[in-house]
C-alpha cells in the first residue's frame, strides 16, 4: 500500500480503530481533566483515568507502517523532510569546542553535491558548549539545543537542575532538553516529576522545552502514555523518547502511543505539541516509516520541523546517500559524506 504525504482522510480527533490505545470514554474521563491553558498549564491530571495500552493492537499498527511504501516521486521530498527535521548532536565528555564547530558547519551544509538541500533543524550540546555552537549557527536559523537537568540520569537536585537550564539558556540556547526524573515516576510519586516539569518549563524562558521520558527505563506502554500526560500538563513544548544512552532507546511502538497521547490531548485542550524520537534511527527507510505514522496518527499540521524532530545523527549520512543515489542512480561510500 503506497502511502501519499498529503492530509489523511480521518483528522487528528476521529476515535481510533483497533490496535490504538484510546477510546472515546477515555477520552471523556480525561475531558474532566482539561485546564485553561491560558491561564495555568500546572495542573496536576489523575493519571489513574489515563487509558490502559492495548499492547498488540500497536505493534499490529506498528507492523502495517513497516509495509507502508512510499511512490518513487513522493520519496525524494520525504527524504528531506527527514534532513530538515534532524537535531544533530554531540553529547559526549570528549567534546571540545572544535568538535562543536565542525558539527555546527555540517549542520549548515550538509552536502555540496546535491542542491537545494535543506538544513537541519537544531544542533544539540552539553551547556557548556553552548555559547559556540550558537556562534557558529549564526544566520543559519538553525536552531542551538542544549540538554540540562543533569542529563542523562537525571539525578541531581531540583535547584542543581534548574541553574543548569537558566544557564543553557543566557548562553543563548534556543531549546533545553530536559530529562525526568524516572525512579520518582516509577515509584508513583508524580508531583514531584510533575512540579520538576512546571518549573524547568518556568526557567526556560522563551526557550522551547523538550522533555525526555527515557522509555526504556519506564518498563511499560502504560507508563509511556501516562509520562507523556503527565509531560504535556506540566508544560512540556515537546516530548521526546530518549537520551541516546539508554536501550531501547526510540521504537516505532513507543512512538506511536506518544503520538496518540498527543492528539489526544491536542483534541481536549487546542494545543500542540511536538515529538522528537531519539536514539536508534539511523536508516533513511526506517526514518520514512515514522514520516507515515506521523501523517496517519497527527495530520498535515505536524510534518513540519516545528512540530517533529529525529534526535539521530548517524540518520543524516544515510539520507544523504539515499539522495546522491536517487540523484546518480548509485551509492557512494559512507567514506563521501561528512562525519561532523
Not at 77 to 102: C, N, W, Y
Not at 184 to 191: I, M, N, V
Request: hydrophobic letters at 40%.
Amino acid at each position: 500500500m503506497n502511502a501519499q504525504f498529503s492530509h489523511p482522510g480521518a483528522g487528528p480527533y476521529s476515535t481510533l480503530t483497533a490496535g490504538v490505545c484510546t477510546v472515546s470514554r477515555g477520552r471523556r474521563a480525561l475531558r474532566a481533566q482539561v485546564i485553561d491553558v491560558t491561564t495555568s498549564q500546572h495542573q496536576l491530571p489523575d493519571l489513574s483515568r489515563v487509558p490502559r495500552v492495548d499492547e498488540v493492537g500497536v505493534a499490529e499498527r506498528v507492523a502495517r507502517f513497516r509495509t507502508r511504501s512510499i511512490k518513487t516521486e513522493a520519496k525524494d521530498t520525504a527524504l528531506r523532510m527527514v534532513l530538515s527535521m534532524i537535531d544533530l548532536t554531540t553529547l559526549e565528555g570528549q567534546d571540545t569546542p572544535g568538535k562543536v564547530r565542525q558539527l555546527c558547519q555540517k549542520a549548515r551544509h550538509l552536502h555540496a553535491g546535491v542542491p537545494g538541500l535543506p538544513h537541519v533543524a537544531a544542533v544539540c550540546v552539553y551547556p557548556s558548549m553552548v555559547r559556540v555552537a550558537k556562534e557558529a549557527l549564526d544566520g543559519s536559523g538553525i536552531f542551538a539545543a542544549s540538554v540540562a537537568t543533569g542529563f542523562p540520569s537525571g539525578m541531581t537536585g531540583l535547584s542543581v537542575k534548574l541553574q543548569e537550564a537558566r544557564r543553557a539558556v543566557a548562553a543563548g540556547a534556543d531549546e533545553i532538553d530536559m530529562v525526568i526524573s524516572r525512579g520518582a515516576f516509577l515509584r508513583g510519586d508524580y508531583r514531584q516529576v510533575f512540579d520538576e516539569i512546571a518549573a524547568v518549563k518556568n526557567a526556560c524562558g522563551r526557550a522551547h522545552l523538550k522533555v525526555i521520558l527515557e522509555t526504556g527505563e519506564l518498563n511499560s506502554l502504560d507508563n509511556v502514555r501516562r509520562a507523556s500526560v503527565l509531560s504535556m500538563y506540566a508544560g512540556a513544548d515537546f516530548i521526546k523518547t530518549s537520551t541516546g544512552k539508554v536501550q531501547p532507546a526510540a521504537t516505532m511502538d513507543v512512538t506511536l502511543v506518544m503520538l496518540q497521547a498527543i492528539r489526544d490531548f491536542h483534541y481536549e485542550t487546542g494545543r500542540m505539541i511536538g515529538m522528537k524520537p531519539a536514539g536508534g534511527i539511523s536508516e533513511a527507510k526506517l526514518a520514512v516509516h515514522y514520516l507515515v505514522m506521523l501523517r496517519e496518527t497527527l495530520g498535515e499540521a505536524w510534518m513540519t520541523p516545528k512540530w517533529f524532530r529525529f534526535g539521530a545523527s548517524s540518520l543524516a549520512n544515510d539520507v544523504l546517500m539515499q539522495l546522491v543515489k536517487q540523484r546518480t542512480g548509485a551509492y557512494q561510500s559512507a567514506d563521501y559524506f561528512s562525519r561532523g
